[in-house]
């Protein structure tokens, strides 16, 4: 089993950049997929991205925005955002799942963090 902890949301005018980071703790780190997704007020859970190894895939409503980097020193996985827009505001959660299997479907993940929130004021 993994614990994560997510961190690093706050309040940004657009244009601006913040770097979130998801921290896990329990079993080996490195042996499972962590992705990001993210779930704006009365909309479903949407993929933001997904890495494991040195392989990442990102939605097309960030990629060039947002990059998706590992510490594995650190148990930490970090999605660093730049660009941002108002309509990248939302709570922002990692997830994991054993393996690699990098999935963009949100139900595939077996643990959750507890979000952290993002606002992005135009």
């Known amino acids: 089993q993994v614990q994560l902890a997510e961190s690093g949301g706050g309040l940004v005018q657009a244009g601006g950049s913040l770097r979130l980071s998801c921290a896990a703790s329990?079993?080996?780190?490195?042996?499972?997929?962590i992705g990001w997704f993210r779930q704006a007020p009365g909309k479903e859970r949407e993929f933001v991205s997904v890495?494991?190894?040195?392989?990442?895939y990102y939605a097309e409503s960030v990629r060039g925005r947002f990059t998706i980097s590992t510490d594995n020193a650190k148990n930490t996985v970090y999605l660093q955002m730049d660009s941002l827009k108002p309509e990248d505001t939302a709570v922002y959660y990692c997830?994991?799942?054993?393996?690699?299997?990098?999935?963009?479907?949100?139900?595939?993940?077996?643990?959750w963090g507890q979000g952290t929130p993002v606002t992005v004021s135009s």
């Open positions: 997830a994991a799942r054993p393996g690699a299997y990098l999935s963009d479907r949100y139900q595939e993940y077996n643990y």
């Open positions: 890495t494991w190894s040195s392989t990442h």
């Open positions: 329990g079993r080996t780190f490195s042996s499972y997929t």
